[in-house]
């Protein structure tokens, strides 16, 4: 079974009590979060062994995050904390469907000073899913680092699997950088991208020729979700659409993590999860085990205590 690594930010979310309009005095609940973190978990309950590589301050919340990974069974031994920043933090608002808006306390925080020196030098001794969001590219030290990481993953054989997952409010100008994003999407076999990010990244661009160009730069899949909504999977010879279980959603913080979660899982099951992606049945069968494990995750509250396991998706084998 190929084990996944994945690096970036782990905070802890402030979950709102509240749903909507609700009245009544407003309390907030921590759970540990932050979105390569979540998918870590993801993978584990699944019965997949996972990796997180990131930076947590010398603080409460800083052990409260490596704690719960460890309980989740995440391998936590690669996990730096510093006393130079605190433990990143978002706050979290839902309103009556679950949907949520995000206030950052961050920057300054611990996972933005992560550098290329503090990867294990195990870390790709052997084939692995090396998998990053886009908020490890927010200020440019991190986006260099993010990006030197990802480029010694894509040499050493690993699968890159990126997630755009993107968070405007953590960006300084207010608005994710196209470039820096797209940058970074070019390193990979897999990309996830929300219809809205489409939307955004591509600009003037048809979505189909923006799509092709990043096939052309490598990327053997793409996954387009759209919430409750239509998945696409693209490849260069496959077009295939599925929608997700309906169900009522709680909270979707997890719901994009856990679908990652649940797509790479079925991958790792393949000795080369490399050449999982050129089998358009494996990539057909992981969309729909991807998208009961998303249903599962919005249906609860929190992040990693949202994930599913393999015992709660039915025929996961």
Not at 85 to 102: K, N, P, Q, W
């Amino acid at each position: 079974m190929t084990p996944v690594v994945t690096f970036g930010e782990a905070l802890v979310d402030m979950l709102s009590s509240r749903l909507g309009d609700e009245a009544g005095p407003e309390t907030f609940t921590p759970y540990a979060g932050g979105a390569p973190a979540n998918v870590a978990v993801a993978c584990a309950r699944l019965g997949v062994p996972s990796r997180f590589l990131g930076m947590v301050g010398d603080d409460s919340f800083g052990r409260f995050i490596t704690a719960e990974l460890a309980h989740h069974g995440v391998d936590t031994q690669a996990i730096v904390t510093t006393r130079e920043a605190r433990t990143a933090l978002a706050f979290v608002s839902r309103d009556i469907d679950g949907e949520r808006t995000f206030d950052f306390y961050r920057p300054p925080a611990a996972d933005l000073l992560y550098r290329e020196e503090h990867l294990p030098e195990d870390t790709f001794a052997r084939p692995v899913i090396w998998h990053v969001c886009s908020n490890s590219l927010t200020e440019p030290a991190i986006f260099d680092t993010t990006l030197a990481l990802t480029r010694r993953a894509r040499r050493s054989g690993a699968l890159v699997s990126v997630d755009a997952n993107l968070r405007h409010n953590l960006w300084a100008e207010g608005a994710a950088s196209i470039e820096r994003v797209i940058e970074l999407l070019n390193e990979a076999a897999l990309i996830k991208v929300s219809r809205e990010e489409l939307d955004y990244l591509r600009c003037d661009q048809p979505a189909a020729q923006w799509l092709d160009a990043r096939l052309a730069a490598g990327a053997k899949a793409v996954l387009i979700t759209d919430g409750p909504h239509e998945v696409v999977l693209k490849t260069a010879t496959l077009e295939h659409r599925l929608t997700p279980p309906p169900v009522t959603a709680v909270d979707t913080t997890a719901g994009g993590d856990a679908f990652m979660g649940g797509f790479l899982a079925r991958l790792c099951q393949l000795d080369d999860a490399r050449r999982a992606l050129e089998n358009p049945d494996v990539l057909i069968d992981a969309v729909a085990l991807a998208c009961r494990c998303g249903a599962y995750a919005v249906t609860r509250p929190g992040a990693y205590a949202a994930l599913p396991t393999r015992g709660d998706i039915p025929g996961f084998r």
